[in-house]
């Protein structure tokens, strides 16, 4: 059993950059908002693209990127491929399959290669950019969620 601090709170920065609302989630978060966790954000016609990172796990999963638009999975995979599935998800997954391929991510041994291979192939794909300093350094608002439970 996660202890309680783990379940209970989650902290959000937030803001936008060039028209590209963000949101970074802290703490103990997969279950509330982990990979693939979309309920009603990309409802109405709103794309969302998830960057997910788990850092702390003791098995350092790799990065995974998934798409929604229109409340529905489009497509996904995981930024580091050679140890992981090699598996291209979702019914729109030739939008990137092709240059995943070409960008060399399946075969690329070395893991940071990889993910900075794929977040480049994702930002001139889907036109995504966001500085580093905004996201890592910049004052951002924040929320912190309390009472979360156990799915």
């Given at each position: 059993?996660?202890?309680?601090?783990?379940?209970?709170?989650?902290?959000?920065?937030?803001?936008?950059?060039?028209?590209?609302?963000?949101?970074i989630a802290y703490g103990h978060w997969p279950s509330v908002l982990?990979?693939?966790?979309?309920?009603?954000?990309?409802?109405?016609?709103?794309?969302?693209?998830?960057?997910?990172?788990?850092?702390?796990?003791?098995?350092?999963?790799?990065?995974?990127?998934?798409?929604?638009?229109?409340?529905?999975?489009?497509?996904?995979?995981?930024?580091?491929?050679?140890?992981?599935?090699?598996?291209?998800?979702?019914?729109?997954?030739?939008?990137?399959?092709?240059?995943?391929?070409?960008?060399?991510?399946?075969?690329?041994?070395?893991?940071?290669?990889?993910?900075?291979?794929?977040?480049?192939?994702?930002?001139?794909?889907?036109?995504?950019?966001?500085?580093?300093?905004?996201?890592?350094?910049?004052?951002?608002?924040?929320?912190?969620?309390?009472?979360?439970?156990?799915?």
């Open positions: 059993m996660p202890n309680a601090g783990d379940t209970d709170s989650i902290a959000v920065r937030y803001g936008d950059h060039a028209g590209l609302g963000f949101a982990g990979p693939a966790y979309h309920d009603g954000t990309s409802q109405d016609g709103a794309h969302v693209f998830e960057l997910y990172y788990e850092e702390q796990n003791p098995k350092v999963p790799p990065p995974v990127f998934a798409y929604f638009h229109d409340d529905r999975y489009v497509c996904g995979f995981n930024m580091y491929m050679y140890t992981w599935s090699q598996e291209i998800t979702g019914p729109g997954a030739d939008l990137i399959r092709a240059d995943v391929i070409a960008a060399g991510i399946p075969e690329e041994r070395k893991r940071d290669t990889a993910h900075r291979a794929s977040l480049a192939v994702l930002e001139q794909r889907f036109e995504l950019a966001l500085p580093r300093d905004l996201i890592l350094g910049a004052s951002l608002p924040t929320a912190l969620l309390r009472g979360q439970q156990l799915r």
